[in-house]
Nanobody, 128 residues
């Protein structure tokens, strides 16, 4: 079992930056691929970014590519999402998630059903 706790959300002006953190409990975090998703009011949860358990492979949604960077520190059991050049359309609740099967699947998950553990979410609001 892995418990995930996000932090770092807040209110920022368009063009600004935020860094989200996701702290994980449990020794097995090291072997899980990790992802970030977001959900805006009235919309479905959407994929944002994912990172391989080794940290050497990442994947991004087209909408955030070049602006967001996912990283992880396995020694600290933490995954990060650095968000730059934020836009009002980035406003959403951001969730981190852990994928138990990614290492076996051999590719990063990009859909919510591929992830097994979820945090409670952190609100990001970008004002225009």
């Amino acid at each position: 079992q892995v418990q995930l706790v996000e932090s770092g959300g807040g209110l920022v002006q368009a063009g600004g930056s935020l860094r989200l953190s996701c702290a994980a409990s449990g020794r097995t975090f090291t072997f899980y691929d990790m992802g970030w998703f977001r959900q805006a009011p009235g919309k479905e949860r959407e994929f944002v970014a994912a990172i391989r358990w080794t940290g050497d492979s990442t994947y991004y949604a087209d909408s955030v590519k070049g602006r967001f960077t996912i990283s992880r520190d396995n020694a600290k059991n933490t995954v990060y999402l650095q968000m730059n050049s934020l836009k009002p359309e980035d406003t959403a609740v951001y969730y981190c998630a852990a994928d138990r099967q990614g290492r076996v699947r051999g590719r990063l998950g990009v859909t919510a059903y591929e992830y097994d553990y979820w945090g409670q979410g952190t609100q990001v609001t970008v004002s225009s």
